[in-house]
């Protein structure tokens, strides 16, 4: 499959929950530490073109696509502001709405799959934040962890429900109808850089850590993980439940590899993909389109592909 270079470093890469040949990837210059930053709307086919660009003052840590309007996408910038693009428009009329509440960078965003309407962004303020797209201020803040939230992650089935990774090594499972987190996981022993919800069972979540680990947990019980995937050699950066199969799990790490895990077999490592040449950092999964795979990283490139095909194959 196809490849694409952007000018800055790669992120976070997500495909379209409405059309099947598109993607989105968030980009930082200089790593992400000083610079500007750049969304990239691409359309796939026998090569990967672009479709639109946006820059930003700062780098993009994050992205999201809308789950109610196809042409949304709400991106996570490090200065801290939440920007939202609409690609029906021209550039000029971009972003539509700049949100900007957090006092620190903002590293995380995830759309609600359940209500369509809302989202969440986690940021190293140690805060996450609710927001609707048509509200001009968040509607809450959710603040307990001790240190930087890099992620938060709506439940797939419970609209109100979400968790939050973060770097105080614990996650946490949050009801927006509660006044409190509802659980607290001491999930690693190192800060936990990404989390994700199995997709077919609502209440198996798993975390990926600085410690190199994966671990699977089932909430009503979470005393002891249900399962602990190792195989990276350096910090595991993003966790992602496969929208098509209930045990399977793709992963990316500072290790540089993509990694395709069945966590209910004993030996859970089923892919290892090491196309990247620098920390890869983003890794998404096709709802649309069942074993198609992306990825980016740090070396400037976006890749997809199919699971069990090499991503750099022409």
Known sequence: MPVFKTPFNGYSVKFSPFYENQVAVATAQNFGILGNGRVHVLQLGPTITERAAFDTADGVYDLCWSESHDSLIVAAVADGSLKIYDLSLP???????????????????????????????????????????????????????????????????????????????????????????????????????????????????????????????????????????????????????SPHRGSMIASCSYDMSVCLWDYMVEDALVGRYDHHTEFAVGVDMSVLVEGLLASTGWDELVYVWQHGTDPRAP
């Open 91 to 241: 550039a000029a009329a971009n972003p539509i709405r700049s949100l900007h509440e957090h006092a620190r960078e903002c590293h995380g965003v995830d759309f609600n799959t359940v209500r369509k309407d809302s989202f969440l962004s986690a940021s190293w303020d140690d805060t996450v934040k609710l927001w609707t797209v048509d509200r001009p201020a968040s509607v809450r803040t959710f603040k307990e962890h001790a240190y930087c939230v890099y992620a938060a992650a709506w439940n797939p089935r419970h609209a109100d429900v979400f968790a939050s990774a973060s770097g105080d090594c614990t996650a946490r499972i949050w009801d927006v109808r509660e006044p409190g987190s509802t659980m607290i996981l001491p999930a690693h022993e190192f800060e936990i850089l990404a989390c994700d919800w199995n997709k077919y069972d609502d209440c198996i979540l798993a975390t990926a850590s600085v410690d190199k680990s994966i671990k699977v947990w089932d909430v009503r019980n979470y005393r002891v993980p249900v399962a602990v995937l190792n195989g990276h050699g350096y910090a595991v950066r993003k966790v992602k439940f």
